[in-house]
């Protein structure tokens, strides 16, 4: 466990329950190990020894077979016996990454993501009109149109008319489609710095917060290597890094692909990496180049980040790196697209993917 770093446990609402309070670490457990529950349990075990997490009147043992009767885990299959996170795990730990990343959410208001254009929408501005025919009632601002009843035609013979009647003005409800790209190449993990379970947490965040608070959205999922190909929501907590180089064409090919066939109007690329783009492949030959930046790489890549401008789709960088050529990259392609890059740490990652996504939700294309 070479570079974790662990802090006083709080265990808040679930200090009572030492199940409830085991679950939480377990589920971050899951997501270093991509899923390897019987791994995640052996690093349990070893926490255990270190900071007393269970005691004679629930031991660890106990635990797994709460894990196991409240179906959090299963046998993989009659033929084996290993144990494999269950869906409702799976929805625990999108859940949790929702909290860890995007826990500022459970502060503000809750409505949808709306726009500076007023329309047809479920938040109240602080706007009033008369009532037009059509109008939802729903929207009938309760206040005013007494108080113009009690004007227009006095208390003793107090009547609400249609002429009386005012309504709220709401924002209009944008939707965005948006794909996030998440980069697998075998740079996440190097130099002894896992930058791919804080990738794999954010979007098992985001997936949640659009499943949650914006069903009208839609997150597609896709990561690139030497080639790049969809994942579904399920699949991000097994998610591993390979011996890829940087294929960043094929991700914003593959990308394109799939917003052509969204029938929303709003539409974006998230781009999660950590390098330049190393390869590109032509024909069924891959090119490679690991060394400085190859034009011919780099050039076909910019030619995507034009072609994305002119289709309205903006790129969004989150760079894990701050190596001079790399940003002068990530700057040459952010001006390609007319889009935006964060340089950003680790930790801030969720914070800056939430803020965008709700800004980049404020516009509205017509």
Known sequence: MIGWRFSTFDAGKNADDPFERLLEIFKELLVYTSGDVREALSWLTELDKEYELTNSSYTLADFIQDLIDKGYIQQES????????????????????????FGELKK?????????SMGNGDEFTSEVKPYSFGDPLDKLAISESIRNAQINHGIEEFKLAPDDLEVHET?????????????????????GEDRITPAKKVAMALAE???TRYPKDTLDILVFGNDAWQIQVKDLPYLQVGPYHTNTVAGLELAMDILRRRKSTNKQIFMITDGKPTCIKKGKRYIKNSFGLDRNIVNRTLNLAT?????????TTFMIARDPYLMRFV????????????????????????????????????
């Open 171 to 191: 924002f209009y409800q944008s939707q965005m489609s948006t794909v996030l790209m998440i980069d697998i190449s075998h740079s996440m993990i190097l130099y």
């Open 108 to 116: 503000s208001q809750q409505g949808k993501h709306n726009t500076k």
């Open 331 to 366: 700057d040459e392609f952010t001006k390609a697209n007319n889009g935006k890059a964060f340089y950003s740490s680790l930790q801030g990652l969720g914070s800056f993917i939430f803020m965008d996504y709700k800004n980049n939700k404020r516009r509205r294309h017509r």
């Open 307 to 315: 072609r994305c401008r002119k289709l309205d789709i903006p790129i």
């Open 209 to 211: 917060l659009i499943t």
């Open 78 to 101: 009659p033929d084996n016996p290993g144990m494999v996170p269950t869906a409702k795990m799976e929805i625990g730990m999108r859940q949790k990454a929702l909290d860890d990343v």
